[in-house]
């Protein structure tokens, strides 16, 4: 009951609503200042940008790409669009709009797709703010952080599959209680399942509470908030929005 509860508080009020509405009238943006542009390139004097140790990283197990279809809603409306930020090219230089680490940092979480970290887990990134995580055991796999909309999770599920071939999910774990998290489990289990035992559901302790009081009780300061934190009201480009910094945008689909 009390995750209904949280659906429709979001549905009427919510953090994905109010980002998505945001994002749809974007403010004017300008060009760099030559104080801007000259700190600019400090920064690329004082920093080791010639390291290339975290791309590496990022790309190790590299498995198969996102795929490039618009993930929309039953109503039409764009829930994740994976070539939102394909002007962030890796190796370019930062455009003088961008602080040179904030264009590094999309760069590096721009790296999509499905990922081995090691034997038997694997994670999907960049379908929604948020990581997917994948363990396969005997029984089938357990899903880790289904994101925040089941349309990006069920993509996300639906990639590892077509990679790793159909094993059913036999548990859920929320690691916290933000809404990238969980958001989207329906995308990936049947609440019947549930219901009828054959997959688990588990979160922290106090789980259910916290994301009440974030979705419910602070739900309106937290939509805002959330708004100024990742700059939904500015266009995707390199006078505007670059990334959210742990991921590159919020997805908006069904909570």
């Known amino acids: 009951m009390k995750l209904k509860l949280i659906a429709q508080s979001l549905a009427a009020a919510g953090l994905l609503t109010t980002l998505s509405v945001m994002a749809a009238t974007p403010a004017p943006t300008k060009d760099a200042t030559p104080a801007t542009i000259q700190a600019n ?4 004097n004082k920093l080791p940008f010639s390291d290339k140790t975290d791309f590496a990283n990022a790309h190790k197990g590299f498995i198969a790409p996102l795929p490039q279809e618009v993930i929309k809603g039953e109503k039409g409306n764009t829930v994740w669009n994976p070539q939102q930020y394909a002007f962030i090219k890796e190796g370019d230089k930062a455009p003088d709009t961008v602080n040179p680490s904030l264009w590094r940092q999309s ?6 797709g499905l990922f081995e970290v090691t034997d038997g887990v694997y994670q999907i990134r960049n379908f929604d703010l948020s990581n997917m995580t994948i363990i396969e055991g005997k029984a089938g796999i357990t899903v880790v952080d289904p994101l925040i909309s089941a349309e990006s999770a069920k993509a996300a599920v639906d990639l590892y599959y077509s990679n ?3 094993k059913p999910v036999v548990a859920v774990i929320y690691t916290h209680s933000h ?4 958001g989207g489990v329906r995308g990936v289990v049947d609440e019947a399942d549930v219901k009828a035992g054959k997959v688990k559901i588990y979160g922290p302790q106090g789980f259910m509470g916290a994301a009440v009081d974030e979705n419910i009780m602070a739900g309106n300061a937290m939509s805002r908030r959330a708004s100024y934190m ?4 500015l266009p995707a480009d390199a006078k505007g929005q670059v990334g959210a910094g742990l991921g590159t945008t919020t997805s908006a689909g069904t909570v």
């Open 41 to 44: 390139e400090a920064l690329y």
């Open 107 to 112: 760069q590096l979480i721009n790296i999509s």
């Open 164 to 166: 790793r071939g159909k």
């Open 179 to 182: 809404i990238d998290h969980y």
């Open 230 to 233: 990742y700059g939904n009201l």
